[in-house]
């Protein structure tokens, strides 16, 4: 399952164009582009601030826009930084990919470029410790 393929290719560029484009000091380092099921991609650009716990991800931006347009269904996530480098996602856009894309593929660092990972393959211990939690 983690092998890339020529759509996971573009999405990747898709991120990669977005962020050269709108790279901005202190504002978007990070770049983010989701396809859903229907073929459709969103982007998103991270928005840092001054205050560092109020920053939003770029991987929540474009999950919004695609939930803006009544898209919920997600294939495949990838999030790159201000060199293009796919970088991997924070704890907390982990968490929104159970939430929102739980059978969606994740594009993290890999060899050659990158590999795909699910949701679940990045937050393993998730499941066990909810129901511990109950």
């Given amino acids: 399952m983690n092998q890339l393929k020529k759509n996971h290719f573009y999405l990747i560029e898709t991120a990669k164009k977005m962020i050269s484009m709108r790279f901005r000091e202190n504002r978007h380092h990070f770049a983010a582009a989701v396809k859903s099921k229907c073929g459709k991609i969103f982007t998103g650009l991270q928005l840092k601030t001054s205050l560092g716990g109020a920053e939003v991800c770029a ?18 996530v990838v999030v790159v930084n201000r060199i293009g480098d796919i970088i991997a996602p924070c704890g907390k856009c982990r968490e929104l990919f ?9 594009i993290v660092p890999g060899v ?23």
């Fill in 59 to 76: 991987e929540a931006v474009a999950l919004a826009a695609a939930a803006e347009e009544g898209v919920t269904e997600i294939e495949t």
């Fill in 98 to 106: 159970i939430d929102y894309c739980p059978k969606a593929e994740i």
């Fill in 112 to 134: 050659g470029g990158g590999k795909i990972v699910s949701p679940h393959d990045l937050l393993p211990m998730r499941s066990s410790l909810l129901k511990e939690a109950k």
